[in-house]
Each structure stands twice: as C-alpha cells, then as structure tokens.
C-alpha cells in the first residue's frame, strides 16, 4: 500500500506564488509515477501535472504550462508542485496521486492511490 499526504495549500492573491508537496510512504513509491489533479466546486476532477519515476518525463494541462512545474525528490519520497503566476480559475482542491502504471496518464482511472486532497484559494 501506499499512503499520500499532502501539504502547503493556502490562500493567496492572484499573481502570487505556492509550492504544494505530497509525501509518499509504502514499498517501491521511488518506481510509481505521480501526478497532481485538482477539483474546483460543482466540476469534475481534472489533470494538472505529472512525473514518471525518474523525473526524466513530465506533462501538464494546457491551462498551467509556463506557470506551475512538477518535480520529484526520491529520497525524500516527495513530489511537489510550484505553483506561480496563480490565478482565480486555479482555485481548487489539489490532490496528490500514484499510478504503478509504466507511463504518464492524465486519466483519473489510471491513478490506484490518493491523497485526502489541500485546498488553494487564489483571491483576485
């Protein structure tokens, strides 16, 4: 099994900054690909970001390209997510995933572990 928890969520103006991180715990979590999906009142739960296991392979939705960047430390068991550049629409419920799959995927139905999700206000 593997446990995620995640941190650093918070209120901010838009234009400002925040760095969400997510520690892993559990066998071979230094093999999973790991990924960020967020989820804004009455929508569906959408992809954001996503590294393969080395940090070789990375892949964003087309709305945070040049302003938020995904990133892994291995011997930490952490992945983070800078944020920059936030805006209203970034408003969301972060949450932190797992996939034991071989590549990246942006589907929810490919991620078998979860975190419990940090909230991100960005004020305008």
């Known amino acids: 099994q593997v446990q995620l928890v995640e941190s650093g969520g918070g209120l901010v103006q838009a234009g400002g900054s925040l760095r969400l991180a997510c520690a892993a715990s559990g066998r071979t979590v230094s093999t999973l690909v790991m990924a960020w999906f967020r989820q804004a009142p009455g929508k569906e739960r959408e992809f954001v970001a996503a590294?393969?296991?080395?940090?070789?392979?990375?892949s964003y939705v087309d709305s945070v390209k040049g302003r938020f960047t995904i990133s892994r430390d291995n011997a930490k068991n952490t992945v983070y997510l800078q944020m920059n550049s936030l805006k209203p629409e970034d408003t969301a419920v972060y949450y932190c995933a797992a996939s034991r799959g071989l590549g990246i995927s942006r589907s929810t139905l490919l991620y078998e572990y979860w975190g419990q999700g940090t909230q991100v206000t960005v004020s305008s």
């Open positions: 590294i393969n296991w080395s940090g070789s392979s990375t």
